[in-house]
């Protein structure tokens, strides 16, 4: 079955997770029927997705209206009805092998013969699951996050005997309802992003049981020393202490004694009232404190998380842009641990995995086969020019990991932000990428350059503090990918939709031109935070606006919308979103097949004499118009102009 294939969809369970799927399912524009045991459980469910789709129809996050979207949906209690005409049948019941194969040995005799049966499981074996099934090669996992409406990330799961042709149609499907999918190649415990969070949430937690760190040491030096959005034992809280500890115990890992205990008391965090830390009326909840994580051994944490992530990669599982991916879409880590890994270098992960086992002896401590391979090839990361990933040598050749390039056969260089967990949020990483995308780009090849945001959500919304959690403010300089930008030699736009909010406005503002939809927003918020933007964006604001704009724009850290950011000189359009494409290709064809030479030198005349006198400007003008007179491209120029056709400019 290819992904043209599948028209209905069948959904079964109602609950926060089967709601959410059917609900983003039915966006995407398929019939789906939802089913669940009970018609009170269904209409529960039901009454969820018409509340949820209120809400995002009021921040315009939807494209029709709630009813359209509500027409798509049906809904079943027998289980036959729900699947009879499924061609994709998405089970999220409750996380018990039992039931689970149960239903799926009723899939196989009701759904039709060619139908893909997927498991919501975010823990039990694909294997064992398809084997309830006389169409193994059919069955695979698709592990959604919770609320599905919400998380970017599905997990695509091969069981032993799940064909490509199944993976590769649900992976399809996942892109298709709007989703990022990573594929699980091997139906390994924790599939990628439980498994490598594993030692996030335990190895805290042994360290804790040891007498050797609190709790809120771990939670405030992963949360304020190295970026993390929550802290261990805050996400243990949030997440459900049994759920980690039943994970464990099911897998026959190692329980730490201090999850055991919280089990045993019935303390499980936030739902319970109480866990690692006291939710109830007097209670404060995760209380720590910045200063609270001096002294504690965060290496040691991480170079477990490093470790899981060579296992999955080392045995297959996935790839290092798929544990990445999965980790920061699936739980906001800032950046993925295989490039973490490649910072902190991967001898300096090894030595201390060696340590910890020769200390303790425990086997998750054991260093992974894969691990020790790259260290002895040299790949011990990015000062070395390559460790999980390949940071390029002479030649240029990187492998990016915050955003994606293309460069067109007509010479355009399209360069999309990709951090849309963050909002396409500026991190070092991001930054230091757009470097070295544009410092190694092939001026023979490039005419124009375009920038814009993964998704729909951010063009860019400014700087991602977490990213720079740790470094010495003294570190921290943003100025530099500004500038690169600014100084581009070739024309460079940015395609804007949604937030474009302080160092992402700087991003805007560095380009040449800047193309918005209607629904977009402006602003540096940063006076609200004490600061005021680092990147250029006082000063070339003070250049392109009025005074009293750009400082309306800077002291009252306000948003604007892009029909007022196009009245004040601040973007070149404000489009609608039908008109968006067309205008932004307008613009395009005149910088891509425009005289390459003469664009450049517009540029450059236009940069640098913004800041000198009247005069100087002049002569530079002079100069390079003096120049243009002896190119090709001007003979060219001239002669399509005598002949009423179109110029073929190649930049001579």
Not at 82 to 105: R, T
Not at 345 to 369: F, I, M, Q, S
Request: proline fraction near 4%; charged fraction near 30%; charge should be negative.
């Amino acid at each position: 079955m290819s992904l043209d294939d599948i028209e209905r969809v069948a959904v079964l369970g109602a609950g926060s997770m089967g709601h959410g799927i059917t609900e983003v399912v039915a966006i995407a524009g398929y019939e789906v029927t939802m089913r669940d045991i009970e018609q009170e459980l269904v209409d529960d469910g039901y009454d969820s997705i018409e509340w949820s789709l209120e809400k995002l129809s009021e921040k315009d996050r939807i494209e029709e209206d709630v009813e359209d979207v509500m027409a798509r949906i049906s809904t079943a209690v027998d289980l036959e009805t729900a699947v009879e005409d499924a061609d994709l049948v998405i089970e999220a019941a409750p996380e018990q092998m039992s039931l689970k194969k149960d239903i799926f040995g009723q899939l196989d005799e009701f759904t039709h013969e060619g139908a893909i049966l997927a498991s919501n499981t975010s823990s039990l074996s694909i294997t064992e699951i398809a084997s309830a099934t006389d169409r193994p090669k059919q069955v695979c996992g698709m592990h959604f996050f919770n609320p599905p409406v919400k998380m970017d990330l599905v997990e695509v799961i091969y069981g032993a005997e799940t064909s490509d042709e199944t993976a590769e149609t649900v992976y399809e499907f996942t892109e298709a309802i709007g989703k990022t999918p990573i594929y699980v190649r091997k139906d390994v415990n924790g599939f990628v992003v439980n498994g490598v969070l594993g030692p996030f949430i335990t190895e805290p937690a042994w360290m804790v049981s040891e007498g050797e760190a609190t709790i809120r040491e771990a939670d405030a030096a992963m949360v304020h020393q190295r970026g993390y959005p929550m802290g261990p034992f805050e996400l243990a809280d949030l997440t459900g202490i049994d759920i980690n500890y039943h994970v464990r115990a099911e897998a026959g890992l190692p329980v730490p004694p201090i999850m055991e205990e919280k089990v045993e008391a019935e303390e499980y965090g936030q739902k319970s009232g109480k866990g690692y830390y006291d939710y109830g009326e007097d209670g404060e909840g995760a209380n720590y404190e910045p200063g609270d994580g001096e002294g504690f051994d965060t290496l040691r944490v991480e170079a477990c998380i490093v470790n899981q992530a060579a296992r999955i990669v080392g045995e297959d599982v996935a790839t290092p842009e798929e544990v990445d991916t999965g980790m920061r879409l699936g739980t906001g880590f800032p950046e993925g641990p295989c490039r973490r890994a490649d910072k902190l270098g991967l001898d300096t992960v090894l030595e201390k995995l060696r340590d910890l086992h020769e200390e303790y002896g425990a086997d998750r401590y054991e260093p992974h086969p894969y691990l020790v391979e790259l260290v002895e090839e040299g790949r011990t990361g990015e000062d070395a020019g390559a460790g999980f990933y390949e940071y390029g040598g002479d030649d240029g050749e990187r492998d990016y990991q915050t955003l994606n390039t293309n460069l067109t056969e007509d010479g355009l260089l399209e360069i999309e932000l990709d951090r849309q967990e963050r909002l396409n949020a500026l991190s070092a990483d991001l930054m230091d990428e757009i470097i070295h995308v544009l410092e190694h780009a092939d001026m023979d090849a490039v005419r124009a350059v375009t920038f814009e945001g993964a998704g729909d959500r951010a063009f860019c919304a400014g700087a991602d503090i977490t990213g720079f959690a740790g470094m010495d403010p003294t570190d921290v300089d943003v100025t530099p990918v500004f500038q690169t930008v600014n100084d581009f030699p070739r024309p460079t736009l940015a395609k804007i939709q949604g937030f474009c909010l302080g160092g992402g406005l700087e991003l805007a503002l560095a380009c040449d031109l800047r193309i918005a939809t209607e629904d977009s927003e402006f602003g540096f918020p940063e006076i609200n935070l004490g600061l005021i933007p680092g990147g250029g964006g006082t000063q070339r604001a003070m250049r392109m606006l009025t005074e009293a704009r750009a400082k309306e724009l800077v002291f009252r850290g306000e948003r604007i919308d892009a029909d007022r950011a196009e009245h004040w000189g601040l973007i070149n359009r404000s489009c609608t979103e039908d008109e968006y494409e067309e205008t932004v290709e307008e613009f395009l064809d005149d910088l891509v097949y425009g005289a390459p030479i003469a664009l450049r030198k517009a540029k450059e005349v236009m940069n640098e004499g913004r800041d000198q006198d009247i005069g100087a400007g002049l002569v530079m003008e002079s100069q390079a118009f003096g120049l243009l007179l002896t190119t090709d491209d001007m003979m060219e120029g001239a002669s399509a102009f005598m002949e009423k056709r179109d110029p073929e400019f190649e930049g001579k």
